[in-house]
């Protein structure tokens, strides 16, 4: 009994699937992946349910959402300090030093012949061969 709840659910899904699968609208676009994300959901739920699986081994994805669910304010505080203080600050100073780099360097001839060698050699190496030099200059940290 299990077993054929989880095989019907399967192939319930899998002939929804293949009916909508064959339009060529908008809506089946998206349908199709909602529907097969939702099928994988609720397998792996019943699954963890029907066998006893140990939620050590494969969390229920109700557990893993409650968990979620229950740490969103660490979450929420560790996104904020992390991408909005640290990320989008050092981006922003980054493309201000950028702009404030380039408008020097074109209004400057002495930059330019100076500059844009070194500019021109950066550019046509890899970011694989620049990378280890740039830690080894301004470190790791």
Excluded: H
């Amino acid at each position: 009994m299990r077993v054929s709840a989880l095989l019907a659910l399967w192939l319930g899904a899998w002939f929804v699937n293949a009916q909508i699968a064959g339009g060529r609208g908008r809506l089946s676009r998206w349908l199709v992946p909602a529907i097969f994300g939702l099928a994988v959901l609720a397998l792996w739920e019943l699954a963890v349910r029907v066998f006893g699986i140990s939620p050590v081994i494969l969390p229920a994805p109700s557990a893993i959402a409650a968990r979620i669910a229950a740490s969103l304010p660490v979450l929420w505080a560790d996104f904020v300090q992390t991408a909005l203080k640290g990320a989008l600050s050092g981006y922003l100073l980054g493309c201000g030093a950028a702009v404030l780099t380039a408008i020097l360097i074109d209004r400057s001839p002495f930059l330019q012949r100076g500059l844009l060698p070194v500019g021109n050699f950066v550019a046509a190496l890899p970011i694989v061969g620049i990378a280890p030099i740039m830690v080894m200059w301004f470190g790791f940290d």
